[in-house]
């Protein structure tokens, strides 16, 4: 069992965002998987940081269906006539 | 990159027509382009703007700035990519222009720590899962209001990378800052997007 002590939490939050895109070094993502071994405060920082970033997503993207205002097409069109 | 952002992708071969049209001066294919291409670049803005009159106007601004540069369109490109990057660049151009609205301190919504480094108040699991949970429009909805609660700065952030899918290196282009900052407003960005959603999952049940 190592003796090492913990990274804190401050840290594992920190650096959370480079932890999930996979740009930590192999040391500090390896500290950083011990810790959240031991830490269910930041195993669950970190699924509810992941799940923003997927609400944050799926809340704001709309189903492409519909077709353009006509009004803003002709007002498009009418503007580059005169270019 | 551009996967599922809600911009259209016609077919590689109706793209690469369109384009050939359009750079040989037919004003038919102009049409085509803005009646293929509006709807998606207009949800766009509306992100961006907040502002229907606004997101109509980058719009039609980011057409015309098509319209004078195709000739420049680059056969290695995605002609919506290309569009999307130019009405994200109006888009920005129109909000600098716009009032500001009042914003509150994002450090309010960042986690708080105590001295030894742990959490003031531990994080708790969300009760429910996020993909079921944002199907419902009342979600949606909580979701929309707490993103545009974030100041400007870390809201646009958020929206270029997160939801439009730019690259750091292109949002930092974009709004002419560095990557590191990109980086930086984006991690306290989705921080305080989490801090505001928190109150409405923790309580859910799963």
């Not at chain 1, 090492?4 to 500290?31: K, M, N, Q, V």
């Not at chain 2, 949800?43 to 319209?67: G, M, N, P």
């Not at chain 2, 969300?126 to 700065?153: F, K, N, T, Y």
């Amino acid at each position: 069992m190592s003796k090492r002590p913990y990274l804190p939490c401050r840290e594992i939050i920190a650096f959370l965002a480079d932890y999930l895109d996979g740009s930590l070094a192999p040391e500090t993502r390896s500290e950083f998987d011990r810790h959240l071994g031991v830490c269910p405060s930041c195993v669950a920082y970190l699924a509810s940081y992941r799940d923003t970033i997927r609400m944050a997503k799926a809340a704001s993207i709309e189903a492409d269906a519909g077709e353009p205002p006509e009004d803003l097409v002709k007002a498009i069109v009418a503007s580059v006539r005169g270019e | 990159m551009l996967a599922d952002s809600g911009v259209s992708d016609p077919s590689g071969a109706l793209s690469a027509d369109l384009v050939a049209r359009l750079q040989a001066g037919d004003s038919g294919a102009f049409e085509a382009l803005v009646r293929q291409h509006s709807m998606p670049l207009l949800r766009v803005a509306r992100r961006i703007l907040r502002s229907e009159e606004d997101a109509r106007d980058a719009v039609q601004d980011a057409f015309v700035s098509a319209y004078k540069s195709i000739a420049r369109f680059g056969s290695n490109s995605r002609l919506s990519t290309w569009l999307h990057r130019i009405v994200v660049n109006a888009s920005l151009m129109r909000l600098r222009t716009q009032r500001r609205h009042p914003e509150e301190d994002i450090e309010a919504h960042l986690p708080r720590f105590l001295e030894d480094g742990h959490q003031v108040e531990p994080s708790v699991a969300w009760g429910e899962s996020a993909d079921a949970v944002v199907q419902r429009e009342e979600v949606r909805g909580i979701v929309r209001a707490a993103i545009d609660r974030l100041p400007e700065q870390y809201r646009i952030v958020l929206l270029l990378r997160d939801i439009e899918e730019m690259t750091t290196e292109e949002t930092a282009e974009a709004l002419g800052i560095t990557a590191n900052a990109v980086k930086i407003r984006l991690h306290r960005a989705r921080q305080a997007l989490r801090t505001l959603l928190d109150p409405h999952m923790k309580g859910a049940t799963r």
